[in-house]
């Protein structure tokens, strides 16, 4: 649970509970010291009421009037002098907390908190063996609790002030810290996209700024390393090129004048063979299989190489390969969207997206078992996307590029491109993104 909250909350928390628990440590101390301090505070009034209760008693045994002594007594005390005379049929003697006053400012909770001590004292005043009251010692504590309920709320307010200069620092301090990690924890992510171009901010204590450092340049090491990868896919890619460029040759300079003199031969033989006979089947047989090796042949230099897209453009080369894909499949309702301003692209881009359509149009034929696809290719902007779609059965679980679609992929980003396969709505997208502009000068 610790270990998900955030930095500034884990800083937080324990100043918080350390300056709350100094307010509660403050605040039983004063529970406990002040009864004592209040009982240590009033005890020489106490003495006090003890020798004024044996002096009185002394002058009225030696007085030759007692009741006129004591009634001059009483009169010369202070009506709010702590001191005072109680006579006996005044009842009983009062309490402390009987006698506070102006206590208005001092919360009723507060005083609960606190133990009154006892500083109760009554001294017996006697005439002639006679117990007529008492010189009786009510201290009026109000200003002593004041005083501690104003020593109470300066410690408070210190706690709350040292809480939030405290709190401030920490937070900028936690700022200055988490901001650099969250700029490198951003900066790492980008990276792990291959985004190489935007720098990390360096900030921060050194420990961070050394980080930081290091993470731009691996992505400086990174960014190298993937131009060089993309420079040795699209020469791969230009040597893979000029295999098939020579292997189409190769077949259709040699094989192709090869079938088609077995195919005039077999023409001939049968032109001169009787009308029946077995030597007759069998050249039609022959014939046969001629014809079928040549169209053959054809599909084979198409697939190598598409020698018409230099002739008749990217455009019309894909709506060709369109059109033989109906025919081949006539079962499979297809529809696309071709962007005329295609034709403008030639080179390896050309090549690359005419064996893209290719290549997932033979997905969707041997694998996908679909009844409708579609194909969607333009120029948007400076990028080029292709989507072939289809609503198949999709593809097999953690099997996402087959040999074909992994061929492409390498070419595709070859030219810093993109090739995604994904599943929605029931139907399966292939999707590729070229940079048009970039890839339009790339040599072939």
Same mark, same amino acid.
């Given at each position: 649970?610790?270990?998900?909250?955030?930095?500034?909350?884990?800083?937080?928390?324990?100043?918080?509970?350390?300056?709350?628990?100094?307010?509660?440590?403050?605040?039983?101390?004063?529970?406990?010291?002040?009864?004592?301090?209040?009982?240590?505070?009033?005890?020489?009034?106490?003495?006090?009421?003890?020798?004024?209760?044996?002096?009185?008693?002394?002058?009225?045994?030696?007085?030759?009037?007692?009741?006129?002594?004591?009634?001059?007594?009483?009169?010369?005390?202070?009506?709010?002098?702590?001191?005072?005379?109680?006579?006996?049929?005044?009842?009983?003697?009062?309490?402390?907390?009987?006698?506070?006053?102006?206590?208005?400012?001092?919360?009723?909770?507060?005083?609960?908190?606190?133990?009154?001590?006892?500083?109760?004292?009554?001294?017996?005043?006697?005439?002639?063996?006679?117990?007529?009251?008492?010189?009786?010692?009510?201290?009026?504590?109000?200003?002593?609790?004041?005083?501690?309920?104003?020593?109470?709320?300066?410690?408070?307010?210190?706690?709350?002030?040292?809480?939030?200069?405290?709190?401030?620092?920490?937070?900028?301090?936690?700022?200055?810290?988490?901001?650099?990690?969250?700029?490198?924890?951003?900066?790492?992510?980008?990276?792990?996209?291959?985004?190489?171009?935007?720098?990390?901010?360096?900030?921060?204590?050194?420990?961070?700024?050394?980080?930081?450092?290091?993470? !731009? /340049?691996?992505?400086? @090491? *990174? =960014? +190298?390393?993937?131009?060089?990868?993309?420079?040795?896919?699209?020469?791969? &890619?230009?040597?893979?090129?000029?295999?098939?460029?020579?292997?189409?040759?190769?077949?259709?300079?040699?094989?192709?004048?090869?079938?088609?003199?077995?195919?005039?031969?077999?023409?001939?033989?049968?032109?001169?063979?009787?009308?029946?006979?077995?030597?007759?089947?069998?050249?039609?047989?022959?014939?046969?299989?001629?014809?079928?090796?040549?169209?053959?042949?054809?599909?084979?230099?198409?697939?190598?190489?598409?020698?018409?897209?230099?002739?008749?453009?990217?455009?019309?080369?894909?709506?060709?390969?369109?059109?033989?894909?109906?025919?081949?499949?006539?079962?499979?309702?297809?529809?696309?969207?071709?962007?005329?301003?295609? !034709? /403008?692209?030639?080179? @390896? *881009? =050309? +090549?690359?997206?005419?064996?893209?359509?290719?290549?997932?149009?033979?997905? &969707?034929?041997?694998?996908?078992?679909?009844?409708?696809?579609?194909?969607?290719?333009?120029?948007?902007?400076?990028?080029?996307?292709?989507?072939?779609?289809?609503?198949?059965?999709?593809?097999?679980?953690?099997?996402?590029?087959?040999?074909?679609?992994?061929?492409?992929?390498?070419?595709?980003?070859?030219?810093?491109?993109?090739?995604?396969?994904?599943?929605?709505?029931?139907?399966?997208?292939?999707?590729?993104?070229?940079?048009?502009?970039?890839?339009?000068?790339?040599?072939?």
């Amino acid at each position: 649970m610790w270990q998900r909250l955030s930095f500034r909350t884990q800083l937080f928390l324990p100043l918080g509970a350390g300056f709350l628990a100094a307010l509660v440590l403050g605040g039983i101390l004063l529970q406990v010291f002040a009864t004592g301090q209040l009982a240590d505070e009033n005890e020489p009034a106490r003495r006090s009421t003890r020798t004024i209760a044996t002096a009185l008693n002394n002058a009225l045994r030696a007085s030759d009037d007692p009741q006129k002594t004591l009634q001059a007594f009483v009169q010369s005390l202070d009506i709010s002098s702590d001191i005072q005379f109680r006579a006996v049929e005044a009842g009983p003697i009062p309490i402390v907390k009987d006698g506070l006053r102006n206590l208005q400012a001092v919360p009723q909770w507060f005083l609960n908190l606190l133990t009154m001590p006892d500083l109760d004292a009554a001294s017996p005043v006697v005439i002639d063996g006679r117990h007529v009251g008492d010189i009786v010692f009510v201290p009026d504590l109000s200003a002593d609790l004041f005083e501690k309920w104003v020593g109470f709320l300066a410690l408070t307010s210190l706690i709350v002030v040292l809480m939030v200069l405290t709190g401030t620092i920490a937070y900028l301090f936690a700022g200055s810290v988490v901001r650099p990690l969250q700029h490198l924890g951003e900066g790492l992510t980008r990276i792990r996209r291959g985004d190489y171009a935007t720098p990390i901010p360096v900030g921060g204590p050194p420990e961070i700024r050394r980080s930081c450092e290091a993470a !731009n /340049a691996l992505s400086e @090491t *990174l =960014a +190298q390393l993937s131009q060089d990868n993309r420079d040795l896919l699209h020469r791969l &890619v230009s040597l893979q090129d000029d295999e098939r460029r020579d292997l189409a040759r190769e077949l259709h300079d040699e094989l192709g004048p090869l079938l088609f003199s077995i195919r005039a031969g077999t023409i001939s033989l049968i032109e001169a063979s009787p009308p029946a006979g077995n030597l007759g089947n069998s050249a039609e047989e022959v014939l046969q299989s001629v014809e079928a090796l040549q169209q053959t042949n054809r599909r084979i230099l198409d697939r190598l190489r598409p020698l018409y897209i230099e002739e008749l453009g990217l455009e019309t080369s894909v709506q060709t390969l369109l059109r033989n894909f109906r025919k081949q499949a006539p079962h499979i309702g297809l529809t696309a969207a071709i962007d005329p301003s295609l !034709n /403008a692209i030639d080179g @390896t *881009l =050309a +090549q690359t997206v005419y064996r893209v359509i290719q290549e997932a149009l033979t997905n &969707v034929l041997r694998h996908a078992g679909a009844s409708n696809a579609d194909v969607q290719a333009a120029i948007l902007g400076e990028a080029l996307v292709i989507e072939v779609s289809d609503d198949g059965g999709g593809f097999p679980e953690g099997n996402l590029f087959g040999r074909g679609l992994t061929g492409m992929h390498e070419r595709v980003r070859a030219l810093s491109g993109s090739l995604s396969l994904l599943r929605a709505d029931d139907r399966t997208y292939v999707r590729c993104h070229l940079p048009a502009e970039k890839a339009r000068d790339a040599p072939v």
